[in-house]
């Protein structure tokens, strides 16, 4: 399994083998030495201080016992008893902290031991200052020297113990430190000692893998990989007898591989140059222009049709994109529909586009091309032809405006006899209201609304390409209302200046019954209010739309709320059914002695005319 290897596996595997050896040298050594230095630590800080702790103890207690003897001789036992009671504490200190760092078992017994000799001093030594307050000197002494003095001495004796047990402890540790250490070295240099003895059997390993599969030395190898670079097919290579599955066998195959293949290309692009001949010399007799372009677009080959359709020679166009020829809109066009054509790896089919001669006039070419692959299957670009239609475009557009002349006309028509049709209409009206007095009202509110309708049929009737215009419908609405009510209206605003608005064909009847319906509404309360100013209607732009404000003498009824449908009548009510949502708004407000009605008119019911966009015909 190992002999089946290849070299980078080789490399790898020798190269972990010794780097894991030497990682777990490394790891090793670190825990030992971890070991070694919480031993050395536990040795140089702990167990010494332990010690100390012992020896401070000792001197502790052979400095009770001289005060306890002190007693008897001092004038003032009390001050004796003081620092004894002082030192007490100190000693019970000591042993506490003592017992909080000991480990070493026999030593904690020992201290065990230490502590109950230490409470019979204590209590020993509470006695004696009992015969003392009493008087009894006598007895205190016996006391002292029957049972005080030997439990000091007793207790001495045991914190000496101890103190050599901590000596011994530390002897231990240093061995034991010792110990470690030199385990820790002897097993750093057997670790080491492998690592050497595995990196040179994996060097041998390694050197005889690699010169094997070369079939020789790297640097004759490395000579006839540079001759078959530099083209030298010829030149011979030496192979050992048995060498079927080397590097320079596989090489010789290749030059004897490549010999063969470079005398049969040769021999296919002869015959391609004749065919390629051939075929040049039947595209040269087609009116179309034929073409190639690469992957960026650029042209690889171009026909010498385009000298007779763009007035360029194919030699101008090599390397430049059909995009560059064409005007910058068209360009931007031609170019998003090529891409998603090709994107998709679809065929360009009869795209039309719009270039530039080369003396500056525009010609209509009429472009197909098909998409061609390598053989690995990536996209290397189009092939096709293009064929000029500049004539049958011309031809096609003065038809259709023909067609566009004769409709606009017809449907002006159209739009003039719906007018003279609710003209009669309204003069049937006038007569019924003039036999219905009763209806009268509601006949006008209804001629008013019908003489609306055919306000835009008149307007529709002299406009062309269908589009009546904001600034033509708002003064033949404020027209039609003065001319039925007998009441000047003023007109305020008009022509706009900051260009013109468009209707919506569809939402233009409902504008204009709307601002009939508004302005005829004024005019009414204008009347009531005799003896003041006429109605004033004002159209002014506003953003994208326009404003158009209605004011009249008068006052709003105390319950009136338009948005609420509050205090309306028939009218407002007609207003609200026909009004554009969204695009149209319609608010009241009491603007001192006066009702303003301001009416925002916006997209999509409006929209901006183009320049081309024509007007009312003279």
Same mark, same amino acid.
């Given at each position: 399994?190992?002999?089946?290897?290849?070299?980078?596996?080789?490399?790898?595997?020798?190269?972990?083998?010794?780097?894991?050896?030497?990682?777990?040298?490394?790891?090793?050594?670190?825990?030992?030495?971890?070991?070694?230095?919480?031993?050395?630590?536990?040795?140089?800080?702990?167990?010494?201080?332990?010690?100390?702790?012992?020896?401070?103890?000792?001197?502790?207690?052979?400095?009770?016992?001289?005060?306890?003897?002190?007693?008897?001789?001092?004038?003032?036992?009390?001050?004796?008893?003081?620092?004894?009671?002082?030192?007490?504490?100190?000693?019970?200190?000591?042993?506490?902290?003592?017992?909080?760092?000991?480990?070493?078992?026999?030593?904690?017994?020992?201290?065990?031991?230490?502590?109950?000799?230490?409470?019979?001093?204590?209590?020993?030594?509470?006695?004696?200052?009992?015969?003392?307050?009493?008087?009894?000197?006598?007895?205190?002494?016996?006391?002292?020297?029957?049972?005080?003095?030997?439990?000091?001495?007793?207790?001495?004796?045991s914190i000496e113990a101890l103190i050599g047990m901590q000596d011994r402890v530390l002897r231990e540790m240093g061995s034991r430190s010792l110990a470690t250490f030199d385990r820790a070295y002897q097993m750093l240099i057997a670790f080491l000692v492998l690592a050497v003895i595995c990196a040179?059997?994996?060097?041998?390993?390694?050197?005889?893998?690699?010169?094997?599969?070369?079939?020789?030395?790297?640097?004759?190898?490395?000579?006839?990989?540079?001759?078959?670079?530099?083209?030298?097919?010829?030149?011979?290579?030496?192979?050992?007898?048995?060498?079927?599955?080397?590097?320079?066998?596989?090489?010789?195959?290749?030059?004897?591989?490549?010999?063969?293949?470079?005398g049969e290309r040769r021999r296919v692009e002869l015959a391609l140059r004749e065919s390629q001949a051939r075929f040049q010399g039947l595209i040269?007799?087609?009116?179309?222009?034929?073409?190639?372009?690469?992957?960026?677009?650029?042209?690889?080959?171009?026909?010498?049709?385009?000298?007779?359709?763009?007035?360029?020679?194919?030699?101008?166009?090599?390397?430049?994109?059909?995009?560059?020829?064409?005007?910058?809109?068209?360009?931007?066009?031609?170019?998003?529909? =090529?891409?998603?054509?090709?994107?998709?790896?679809?065929?360009?089919?009869?795209?039309?586009?719009?270039?530039?001669?080369?003396?500056?006039?525009?010609?209509?070419?009429?472009?197909?091309?098909?998409?061609?692959?390598?053989?690995?299957?990536?996209?290397?670009?189009?092939?096709?032809?293009?064929?000029?239609?500049?004539?049958?475009?011309?031809?096609?557009?003065?038809?259709?405006?023909?067609?566009?002349?004769?409709?606009?006309?017809?449907?002006?028509?159209?739009?003039?006899?719906?007018?003279?049709?609710?003209?009669?209409?309204?003069?049937?009206?006038?007569?019924?209201?003039?036999?219905?007095?009763?209806?009268?009202?509601?006949?006008?509110?209804?001629?008013?609304?019908?003489?609306?309708?055919?306000?835009?049929?008149?307007?529709?009737?002299?406009?062309?390409?269908?589009?009546?215009?904001?600034?033509?419908?708002?003064?033949?609405?404020?027209?039609?209302?003065?001319?039925?009510?007998?009441?000047?209206?003023?007109?305020?605003?008009?022509?706009?200046?900051?260009?013109?608005?468009?209707?919506?064909?569809?939402?233009?009847?409902?504008?204009?019954?709307?601002?009939?319906?508004?302005?005829?509404?004024?005019?009414?309360?204008?009347?009531?209010?005799?003896?003041?100013?006429?109605?004033?209607?004002?159209?002014?732009?506003?953003?994208?739309?326009?404003?158009?404000?209605?004011?009249?003498?008068?006052?709003?009824?105390?319950?009136?709320?338009?948005?609420?449908?509050?205090?309306?009548?028939?009218?407002?009510?007609?207003?609200?059914?026909?009004?554009?949502?969204?695009?149209?708004?319609?608010?009241?407000?009491?603007?001192?002695?006066?009702?303003?009605?301001?009416?925002?008119?916006?997209?999509?019911?409006?929209?901006? =005319?183009?320049?081309?966009?024509?007007?009312?015909?003279?």
């Amino acid at each position: 399994m190992l002999a089946n290897l290849n070299v980078a596996r080789r490399l790898a595997l020798g190269f972990g083998l010794v780097l894991l050896l030497l990682v777990l040298s490394v790891i090793l050594g670190l825990n030992r030495l971890a070991t070694l230095n919480d031993m050395v630590e536990r040795v140089v800080t702990r167990d010494r201080e332990n010690v100390a702790l012992a020896n401070r103890a000792l001197d502790l207690m052979n400095e009770q016992a001289q005060d306890t003897l002190l007693m008897f001789h001092e004038d003032h036992p009390s001050m004796v008893r003081a620092r004894i009671t002082e030192r007490e504490v100190a000693i019970d200190a000591t042993i506490q902290q003592l017992e909080a760092q000991l480990e070493h078992a026999p030593s904690l017994l020992l201290l065990e031991r230490i502590r109950e000799q230490r409470d019979g001093y204590v209590n020993s030594f509470l006695n004696v200052a009992q015969h003392l307050a009493s008087e009894r000197r006598d007895e205190a002494l016996h006391s002292v020297l029957i049972d005080t003095v030997p439990r000091v001495n007793g207790l001495k004796v045991s914190i000496e113990a101890l103190i050599g047990m901590q000596d011994r402890v530390l002897r231990e540790m240093g061995s034991r430190s010792l110990a470690t250490f030199d385990r820790a070295y002897q097993m750093l240099i057997a670790f080491l000692v492998l690592a050497v003895i595995c990196a040179v059997v994996l060097s041998a390993w390694i050197i005889r893998g690699v010169i094997r599969p070369l079939g020789g030395e790297p640097e004759a190898v490395r000579a006839v990989v540079e001759r078959i670079a530099r083209g030298e097919l010829d030149s011979p290579i030496t192979l050992r007898p048995d060498d079927r599955g080397s590097l320079l066998s596989a090489m010789r195959a290749m030059q004897e591989n490549l010999r063969h293949l470079i005398g049969e290309r040769r021999r296919v692009e002869l015959a391609l140059r004749e065919s390629q001949a051939r075929f040049q010399g039947l595209i040269e007799t087609f009116r179309d222009w034929a073409w190639e372009v690469d992957a960026q677009w650029r042209y690889t080959y171009v026909g010498p049709q385009a000298r007779s359709i763009l007035g360029y020679s194919p030699d101008e166009l090599i390397g430049r994109t059909p995009f560059e020829l064409m005007p910058p809109e068209e360009a931007a066009r031609v170019q998003r529909l =090529a891409e998603a054509a090709r994107i998709a790896s679809q065929p360009i089919v009869a795209l039309e586009n719009i270039n530039q001669h080369k003396s500056g006039r525009q010609v209509v070419l009429e472009s197909s091309g098909q998409p061609f692959f390598d053989v690995e299957g990536r996209f290397r670009g189009y092939r096709g032809v293009d064929r000029e239609i500049t004539d049958r475009k011309q031809a096609e557009a003065a038809r259709l405006d023909e067609v566009e002349r004769l409709r606009d006309a017809l449907v002006r028509e159209v739009h003039h006899r719906i007018k003279n049709n609710l003209q009669t209409v309204v003069g049937l009206l006038r007569r019924e209201a003039g036999k219905r007095p009763e209806a009268q009202a509601s006949i006008e509110s209804a001629i008013a609304q019908v003489q609306a309708v055919a306000v835009v049929h008149g307007l529709y009737g002299q406009v062309t390409r269908h589009s009546v215009m904001l600034c033509e419908l708002v003064p033949a609405v404020v027209g039609n209302v003065s001319e039925l009510s007998g009441v000047p209206i003023r007109l305020e605003g008009l022509p706009l200046p900051e260009g013109r608005l468009l209707i919506r064909e569809s939402e233009t009847v409902a504008v204009a019954l709307v601002l009939n319906e508004l302005v005829t509404n004024a005019v009414k309360h204008a009347a009531e209010a005799a003896g003041k100013e006429p109605p004033r209607v004002v159209v002014h732009r506003s953003g994208s739309g326009a404003e158009v404000s209605i004011e009249n003498p008068g006052r709003l009824a105390a319950d009136f709320d338009f948005d609420a449908r509050s205090g309306i009548g028939t009218g407002l009510g007609l207003v609200r059914a026909l009004m554009p949502v969204p695009g149209m708004s319609v608010s009241y407000r009491q603007k001192g002695d006066l009702v303003r009605v301001e009416v925002h008119i916006a997209p999509p019911v409006l929209s901006e =005319a183009p320049l081309a966009t024509e007007g009312i015909l003279p």
